[in-house]
């Protein structure tokens, strides 16, 4: 069976979703790959490399996908494009990151297409999945990227130096959000020094910030929601007014602050007031990973830098990218981790709905939605 490789076509995009170790998993498993030219020049990829590693090369993006059985993607195939879904075959299956629960017009398109839609979003995040979950593999770039990111606009530096010039302190971070972005962006700006604090609503996060050597914060109120399956939930009002209490005497200190606080299907919590910005010292920075989703901070503009209050508020959409290296090389291992569970031995697809992983990550089959929570999303609502 043919595997499709095609070049991203998103502005701003340097992945790839399969790098040339990605293409061997494929052909020992008898699949022969086939990627459009250039697609991994941004990450590094030249196409001969991607030929010594056993696949071939495509001229043009109609010619990737002519004959294709499986269409391995890093964006969701562009609406403005009409080509990128009616290229591919029906009875294909695409795998790729699809925001599948706010993408409404991407699903159906799909579905009248009859295309086989895999989400990368919708692998379930249980233990036997975890080398599969790339959420957590690109949120583990962006934590990283984000504090670099703060740090190269911070007029300070952020390590303590005892120099014959004096001594300067540590810059102080604050991280808001301590799921995997949250925690590698702490782990981060640990690496580069700083003196970290970090709050999250879930209280098993606590240990994990301090085997970090960050601070946890926390106030004698309950300020603790966590939901279904370990995820975050809404903070009633009262509970949201304490944390912003507790957020508001932080982040005064702080010069970097990352904010990554997120609720599965749910505009991103508020946390960082206008007041709040204005209390902070000028030429600080805070970076804004939830800016895609409202964001965390008031004055947040997503793909955008704001400067208020002397405070530059950047609101990145797109981190991974710009570690396209490493985050190709993760994502790729987590696509061919999640081909293993359908493809045979000998190149076979089967595609088992009983499988705890298939089953859940399916959106689209044979022009139906698969999903129960994309075909509630796609309900009317009354
Ligand atoms: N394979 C696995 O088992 C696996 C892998 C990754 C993550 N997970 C689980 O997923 C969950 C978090 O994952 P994520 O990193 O994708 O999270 P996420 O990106 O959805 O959210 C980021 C963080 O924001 C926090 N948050 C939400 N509201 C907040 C608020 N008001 N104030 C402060 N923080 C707030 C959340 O608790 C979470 O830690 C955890 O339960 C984690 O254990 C499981």
């Known amino acids: 069976m043919k595997v499709a490789v095609p070049k991203e076509t998103r502005p701003g ?38 030929r010594e590693a056993g696949a071939s090369i495509a001229a043009s993006a109609s010619e990737v996908l002519q004959g294709a059985g499986l269409v391995l993607r890093v964006n969701p195939p562009s609406l403005s494009d009409p080509d990128e879904v009616a290229g591919i075959s029906p009875d294909a299956i695409l795998v790729s990151f699809l925001s599948p629960l706010t993408n409404l017009d991407l699903v159906r398109r799909l579905a009248e297409s009859r295309v086989t839609a895999v989400s990368m979003e919708l692998v379930p995040r249980i233990t ?64 580069l020094g700083a003196v970290v604090e970090a709050f999250d609503v879930r209280p098993a996060v606590k240990e994990q ?28 009002e009262e509970q949201h007014q304490k944390e912003l209490e507790l957020i508001a005497g932080a982040i005064t200190g702080a010069d970097l602050v ?46 955008e830098t704001v400067v208020a209050h002397g405070v530059q508020i950047i609101g990145p959409t797109n981190l991974p990218a710009e570690i396209p290296v490493h985050a190709s090389q993760m994502y790729s291992k987590n696509i061919t981790t999640l081909l293993a ?42």
């Not at 991103?268 to 965390?296: F, H, Q, Y």
């Not at 499988?355 to 929570?373: F, L, W």
């Open 341 to 382: 569970e359908f493809v045979g031995e000998e190149g076979q697809v089967a595609l088992d709905f009983e499988n705890d992983v298939v089953g859940p990550a399916t959106v689209t089959h044979q022009g139906e939605v698969k999903n129960e929570r994309v075909r509630q999303a796609m309900q009317p609502s009354a």
């Open 258 to 303: 990352v904010t990554t606080a997120q609720i599965p299907g749910r505009d991103a919590p508020l946390l960082i007031t206008e007041e709040m910005v204005k209390s902070m010292r000028p030429g600080s920075v805070i970076v804004d990973l939830a800016s895609e989703s409202g964001g965390n901070c008031a004055l947040t503009k997503a793909g």
């Open 209 to 236: 910030v301090e085997s970090l050597g960050a601070t946890f914060l926390e106030t004698e109120h309950d300020v603790t929601a966590e939901g279904e399956g370990g995820y975050a939930k809404e903070l009633s």
């Open 128 to 191: 036997r999945a975890q080398s599969m979950d790339a959420l957590s593999s690109q949120a583990t770039v962006a934590g990283y990227k984000a504090v670099l990111m703060a740090a190269d606009h911070l007029p300070k530096f952020l390590p303590m130096f005892t120099t014959a010039a004096g001594t300067i302190r540590p810059g102080k971070a604050l991280v808001l959000g301590a799921g995997v972005a949250g925690l590698q962006a702490i782990a981060t700006a640990r690496r």
């Open 13 to 50: 995009e340097r992945r790839v979703a399969l790098v040339p170790l990605g293409v061997k998993t494929l052909a020992k498993a008898g699949l022969s790959v086939v990627v459009e030219a250039g697609a991994g020049a941004s990450a590094g990829v030249s196409d001969d490399e991607y």
